[in-house]
């Protein structure tokens, strides 16, 4: 059942939610989580499908806070809030309240939520796209325990990928992380088959997708070896090859579905590696809501540690923008050190700290991060970054779309 | 092995457990349960990234098969019972490992091709003569197998690699039978490479037991003779016994369920606290409960078996257990049975435990229902409280898996009446989905060599301790009740709780 809700208010919204509840006769729930999704228009149905086929497996309430576009300065002055609420077969195992903000309420989005969350239950933030580059201190993200972005969507992941360990605060996650998993497991698992040392190791796949990187430095944190970062067409991840003192170790995905793991000295063997879909990912991020420490640890171990990195032209581009892409450089090499407050320490994106600390909308600095170079580059290397970054989304986008319309 | 990898790490917990280089042989591969629960669970593992690379699928049957009729046969299988959506490059890791091996249980040459066909796989599919042994036969022909497996050498571990055996119920029919049975298969297995499955034991409610249990701090200071008052375990069936007349009959639903599965629920609702999770330290807890399982001194009036008469089961009209097709019209065997224990220890003394199990019973469900005493003083008056029951939790093994609190509650308005309401967890709820079937837990446990979740060689011969008295009595004394199928159970059953002025819950 679905109630509509025009110029409300939170109060309204928790009231619309009982009466939901009541006509539909389960007052008594079982969620387990409130799932907060920040995001604008445009992402929003792929972004809320993936929660409800995820909300399966974690029956949660799911908020999704689109803050609405403002073209002439009196919309910018007069603020509104639009309720969608949710509840039964329309929405998964949970509830659902799609929240619309307009004008200045948008930029006090943690006010409409905060009434909204389950009491003692958990919260996960979850920016589709548009992350800010400190989570931990957005208003929104202030909320939750478990904060999840999504480098792959972003305009130059490799370099947000320094952000994020820069600002990383436990709680932290980012989908491009819980996409390799498999791929963790995976090569896990071929260790576990062999007794000899890892000398060196590739890390090869698709240009500016940060889940190469991050199983590369992750590999590189865990082995204290040289791990090269090489390119291919992808999709996505493609190749993994060690180095080890009884041959080498490779596991080869070129078709993005079924790969093949080959170790010197024994039968070259069908791996099931598929690429998973966002509700999956999603689903695997809410299953533990405790601080992922090796994710942490990989992502500290800095991208411009590792050898042969596909971000030359990115780094080119540091002097216009000084300290933003230093500022990684600096923190990480004593990491493990100032974990737990990097955040209000870290000076290097001083000149955008204080916006998502305080008033920030959420979406602003990332935008603002995404735009400002993006002026500096030249303009088609930029769109060639964001087709390629975008290329799986939109796909689904288009099928979500045809879904959308039957 | 793991300890050495650089790449794994405690704190790193989305790296799941994946079994090392193994496969798995299922002797009676054509039957129901290999096709409906195994072969799906297989696959299920494999589709969760849960099965090494290259893990091998060994059948073993007497039809004239191809390996790709078994492919194919496995293929179906999977298709209509797996959990998990059924997707191609899953299908085509599991595929290549795929293998058949055509003979009966007492033909030399095909455990010779069996032999061939592991050595094969170790070099083909790299799975370092790893293999587990699925022993999914009728118990005639266990031994067979068994010493097959012994003269051709297949159960000779090396040092780096394991043979494992995985036996099902029944384990023996009695205390002698069960200890030759172990006798028999602890000559050729090592007592810590049999793992005997207890599907009940797989069930995440089960393992939930524990948590509840253990992990929490309000339910342990009242799980105890202070606040308890009673404990119900039920396993209800809906179904009669179907197919199974020969298997059944001579072994009655005391043996088939109450040995096993009961007694294990519970050993771990009843048990101490484990020093640790591990197997040791949990079958010692068990064992030292199910050692101190008393009997009731009049087996006559504390136990209750009776057999299912023709009757109408929702809706559908269906037979006795006495007209069913290969049952000796005479046949003492129970289809329900009923029994009081009490456990003589600190924690237990008097609080009477009481297991009931039957077929074509009112539904099929399975629950745990810890029973409290009533609050010792109440200053409502009896009007007011007329309605209100005993406190209670529940656990749901099956269906709908969770836990219910049972508690009164004020009825809204303007005089004072309390009625009994009750507070839900569902797994369904909380954890849609996510739970694994038992099957895949426990092969998975089997490959894994992790033995927490499979009874041991002394729980098995305690709890023929247990029953045996029961069955000795039964078969001396008198016949079984009557019960119209459909119903909850014999009158006998609800008298003999009655008479300690207590009654059975309708789950």
Same mark, same amino acid.
């Given at each position: 059942m679905k109630i509509d809700l025009t110029d409300t208010t939170a109060g309204?919204?928790?009231?619309?939610?009982?009466?939901?509840?009541?006509?539909?006769?389960?007052?008594?729930?079982?969620?387990?989580?409130?799932?907060?999704?920040?995001?604008?228009?445009?992402?929003?149905?792929?972004?809320?499908?993936?929660?409800?086929?995820?909300?399966?497996?974690?029956?949660?309430?799911?908020?999704?806070?689109?803050?609405?576009?403002?073209?002439?300065?009196?919309?910018?002055?007069?603020?509104?809030?639009?309720?969608?609420?949710?509840?039964?077969?329309?929405?998964?195992?949970?509830e659902t309240v799609v929240l619309r903000l307009y004008g200045e309420v948008s930029d006090h989005a943690q006010s409409v939520v905060l009434p909204l969350l389950l009491p003692d239950a958990p919260v996960v933030v979850w920016w589709p796209v548009n992350a800010p580059l400190d989570p931990a201190n957005d208003p929104l993200g202030a909320l939750a325990q478990r904060r999840v972005t999504d480098t792959y969507a972003a305009e130059h992941p490799v370099r947000e990928l320094a952000a994020r360990a820069d600002a990383y605060t436990p709680g932290d996650t980012d989908l491009s992380w819980t996409r390799i998993t498999p791929w963790r497991s995976m090569l896990a698992a071929a260790l576990d088959q062999v007794t000899c040392e890892v000398e060196?190791?590739?890390?090869?796949?698709?240009?500016?997708?940060?889940?190469?990187?991050?199983?590369?430095?992750?590999?590189?944190?865990?082995?204290?070896?040289?791990?090269?970062?090489?390119?291919?067409?992808?999709?996505?991840?493609?190749?993994?090859?060690?180095?080890?003192t009884c041959g080498s170790i490779t596991l080869d995905r070129a078709d993005g579905s079924l790969a093949t793991l080959s170790i010197e000295g024994q039968p070259a063997r069908a791996v099931a590696l598929k690429r998973r879909e966002t509700s999956e990912l999603i689903a695997e991020e809410l299953r533990r809501l405790d601080p992922d420490d090796t994710y942490a640890s990989a992502l500290r171990f800095g991208?411009?540690?590792?050898?042969?990195?596909?971000?030359?032209?990115?780094?080119?581009?540091?002097?216009?923008?000084?300290?933003?892409?230093?500022?990684?450089?600096?923190?990480?090499?004593?990491?493990?050190?100032?974990?737990?407050?990097?955040?209000?320490?870290?000076?290097?994106?001083?000149?955008?700290?204080?916006?998502?600390?305080?008033?920030?909308?959420?979406?602003?600095?990332?935008?603002?991060?995404? /735009?400002?170079?993006?002026k500096k580059t030249a303009a088609t290397k930029a769109t060639a970054a964001r087709t390629t970054a975008k290329k799986t989304p939109a796909k689904k986008t288009t099928t979500s779309r045809k879904a959308a319309t039957k | 092995m793991s300890s050495s990898n650089p790449l794994r790490d405690t704190a790193d917990r989305r790296l799941p457990r994946i079994a090392g280089p193994s496969g798995l042989v299922i002797f009676g591969v054509t039957g129901d349960l290999s096709r409906k629960k195994l072969m799906p669970a297989v696959y299920d593992l494999a589709n969760r990234g849960l099965l090494?690379?290259?893990?091998?699928?060994?059948?073993?049957?007497?039809?004239?098969?191809?390996?790709?009729?078994?492919?194919?046969?496995v293929h179906d299988a999977v298709k209509e019972h797996a959990r998990t959506p059924f997707r191609e490059e899953v299908w085509q890791q599991l595929i290549q490992g795929m293998r058949f091996v055509q003979g009966t249980f007492d033909d030399d040459d095909a455990f010779v091709r069996l032999r061939h066909?592991?050595?094969?796989?170790?070099?083909?599919?790299?799975?370092?003569?790893?293999?587990?042994?699925?022993l999914s036969v009728p118990p005639g022909a266990f031994p067979v197998v068994i010493q097959q497996l012994k003269k051709h050498g297949l159960a000779d571990?090396? /040092?780096?690699?394991?043979?494992?055996?995985?036996?099902?119920?029944?384990?023996?029919?009695?205390?002698?039978?069960?200890?030759?049975?172990?006798?028999?298969?602890?000559?050729?297995?090592?007592?810590?490479?049999?793992?005997?499955?207890?599907?009940?034991?797989?069930?995440?409610?089960?393992?939930?037991?524990?948590?509840?249990?253990?992990?929490?701090?309000?339910?342990?200071?009242?799980?105890?003779?202070?606040?308890?008052?009673?404990?119900?375990?039920?396993?209800?069936?809906?179904?009669?016994?179907?197919?199974?007349?020969?298997?059944?009959?001579?072994?009655?639903?005391?043996?088939?369920?109450?040995?096993?599965?009961?007694l294990q629920l519970l050993a771990l609702m009843a048990m101490e606290e484990p020093s640790s999770f591990d197997a040791d330290a949990l079958a010692a807890e068990k064992t030292k409960v199910l050692g101190a399982v008393r009997l009731p001194k009049d087996l006559g009036r504390d136990t209750v078996r009776a057999q299912y008469a023709a009757g109408w089961q929702g809706g559908a009209k269906v037979t006795g257990y006495l007209e069913e097709e290969g049952i000796d019209p005479n046949s003492k065997t129970d289809t329900y049975a009923a029994i009081k224990v009490e456990i003589d220890n600190r924690r237990w003394a008097g609080v009477p435990f009481?297991?009931?199990?039957?077929?074509?019973?009112?539904r099929r469900v399975t629950e745990i229902a810890v029973v409290f005493q009533r609050?010792?003083?109440?200053?409502?008056?009896?009007?007011?409280?007329?309605?209100?029951?005993?406190?209670a939790i529940v656990v749901r093994v099956q269906p709908d898996e969770g836990v219910t609190v049972r508690f009164g509650s004020k009825v809204p308005g303007t005089s004072m009446e309390i009625r009994d309401v009750s507070m839900d967890f569902a797994y369904g709820e909380s954890f849609t989905e996510s739970s694994p079937e038992a099957y895949e837990r426990l092969i998975l446990d089997v490959l894994l060599g992790d033995s927490n979740l499979f009874p041991r060689t002394e729980e098995v011969e305690l709890s023929w301790k247990i029953l045996d008295p029961i069955e000795e009595y039964w078969d001396t004394h008198g016949r079984p009740a009557q019960y119209p199928a459909g119903t909850w159970g014999p009158d006998e059953a609800d008298e003999m709780l009655e008479r300690d002025g207590r009654s059975w819950r309708r789950p």
């Open positions: 309204k919204v928790n009231k619309a939610l009982v009466q939901g509840r009541r006509a539909i006769g389960t007052p008594a729930v079982g969620m387990v989580l409130t799932l907060v999704i920040v995001t604008d228009e445009e992402n929003a149905y792929d972004a809320l499908k993936a929660a409800n086929d995820a909300s399966r497996e974690h029956p949660s309430r799911t908020l999704v806070v689109i803050k609405r576009v403002s073209r002439s300065p009196r919309d910018r002055t007069s603020s509104r809030l639009d309720a969608e609420v949710r509840v039964g077969a329309d929405a998964g195992t949970g060196s190791v590739e890390v090869e796949g698709e240009e500016f997708n940060p889940s190469c990187e991050l199983l590369a430095m992750w590999l590189a944190d865990r082995l204290h070896v040289p791990v090269q970062r090489s390119q291919s067409s992808g999709p996505g991840l493609t190749a993994v090859r060690m180095a080890t991208v411009e540690r590792l050898a042969g990195k596909a971000t030359e032209p990115e780094t080119s581009e540091a002097p216009e923008a000084p300290e933003a892409p230093e500022a990684p450089e600096a923190s990480s090499s004593p990491s493990t050190d100032e974990a737990p407050a990097p955040a209000d320490e870290a000076p290097a994106p001083a000149d955008e700290a204080p916006v998502p600390a305080d008033e920030a909308p959420a979406a602003a600095p990332a935008e603002e991060a995404a /735009k400002a170079p993006a | 090494p690379p290259g893990f091998s699928l060994v059948g073993f049957a007497r039809r004239e098969w191809e390996h790709e009729d078994f492919a194919q046969v066909t592991i050595e094969e796989l170790d070099q083909a599919q790299g799975t370092g003569g790893n293999f587990a042994f699925y571990q090396t /040092k780096d690699s394991w043979r494992r055996a995985v036996i099902e119920k029944p384990f023996g029919h009695d205390l002698k039978s069960a200890e030759e049975l172990n006798g028999l298969v602890h000559e050729v297995f090592a007592p810590d490479q049999v793992f005997r499955i207890d599907h009940y034991l797989g069930k995440e409610t089960v393992q939930n037991i524990l948590a509840l249990r253990f992990a929490n701090q309000m339910f342990e200071p009242i799980w105890n003779r202070s606040y308890v008052d009673h404990i119900q375990i039920t396993m209800a069936e809906d179904i009669g016994i179907g197919g199974r007349a020969g298997y059944y009959d001579g072994i009655g639903a005391a043996r088939d369920v109450i040995q096993n599965h009961l009481y297991l009931r199990t039957g077929k074509r019973l009112g609050a010792p003083h109440s200053p409502f008056d009896t009007t007011a409280t007329e309605e209100l029951g005993s406190n």
